[in-house]
Structure formats: structure tokens, C-alpha cells
């Protein structure tokens, strides 16, 4: 198989799968997020809420539509849920950081967009090692 095609098999093709999978668990996280947001909730608490109902549609649908399973659900799930709970955590540090800048602050929108974005690849890489106990670059 030439290179470029490998690459792109095995590193391109199941980072567009997660992307599908998880642009709908980010719906649900960022709608949730904005609809609690203006309805006068803080924005630390609107994103802890949000984030997490956007994992549980994440998990459910990454271990039927990604990630071939090596563990057993409720361990996947555990380890899951522990990265992230960090996730959780990372994301909810940077939403606050960012809303200490009068920009970020004005336009919660973008600051929730901004760190989706970071969040991405650390997200990927965490559910693979507990789906598939393993990282594959």
C-alpha cells in the first residue's frame, strides 16, 4: 500500500469517523451549554452539565460506531468516564480562563467552540485506550 494512502487509512479515515460520531454528542453538549448559558446559569455550571450528557451520547455512540471493543463495557465505561471527568475538568479550566478576557467573556459561543476544538485529540486518544486498550497514532 503506498504510504500516503496508508497514512490516510490509518490515521485520517478514524479521526473523520470520531468527528461524525462526535459532532452529534457536541450538538447535545453545546446546545445544552448556550440553552443554559442564557437562561442565566453560570457558565462553569452550564458547561459541567452540558459536557457531561454530551459524554454519555459520546460513549454510547463511539463503542458501536468507532471503536472495536477490548474490554468489557462497564470497565470501557469506567475508564471512560474517568478521562473524561478529566476532560470535564480541562475543558471547564479553560471556559473560565477564557471568560476572564472581555472577548470570550461577551461571546460564550466561541469560547465553548474554541475549546470543543482543543478537546478533540485528547478525547480521541483517551476513548481509544479505553475501548481498544491501546493507542494507535
Keep these: 500500500m503506498p504510504p500516503l494512502k496508508k ?3 490509518q490515521f485520517v479515515v478514524p479521526k473523520l469517523r470520531f468527528a461524525g460520531t462526535s459532532s452529534i454528542a457536541t450538538v447535545v453538549d453545546y446546545g445544552l451549554f448556550l440553552i443554559l448559558v442564557y437562561s442565566g446559569m453560570t457558565k462553569v455550571r452550564s458547561n ?3 459536557a457531561s450528557c454530551g459524554f454519555l451520547v459520546n ?3 463511539q463503542r458501536k460506531f468507532i471503536f472495536d471493543p477490548k474490554r468489557k463495557i462497564r470497565h470501557a465505561f469506567l475508564l471512560s468516564l474517568g478521562f473524561s471527568m478529566i ?3 480541562i475543558s ?3 471556559i473560565y480562563l ?3 478576557m472581555a472577548f470570550f467573556d461577551l461571546y460564550p459561543f466561541i469560547t465553548k ?3 470543543t476544538g482543543i478537546m478533540f485529540f485528547y478525547n480521541y486518544y483517551t476513548k481509544q485506550i479505553a475501548f481498544e486498550k491501546r493507542v494507535k497514532w
Design 48 to 50: 459541567l452539565i452540558s
Design 59 to 61: 460513549f454510547v455512540l
Design 92 to 94: 471547564t479550566l479553560l
Design 113 to 115: 467552540l474554541l475549546v
Design 87 to 89: 476532560g470535564i475538568g
Design 7 to 9: 497514512m490516510w487509512q
Design 98 to 100: 477564557l471568560s476572564q
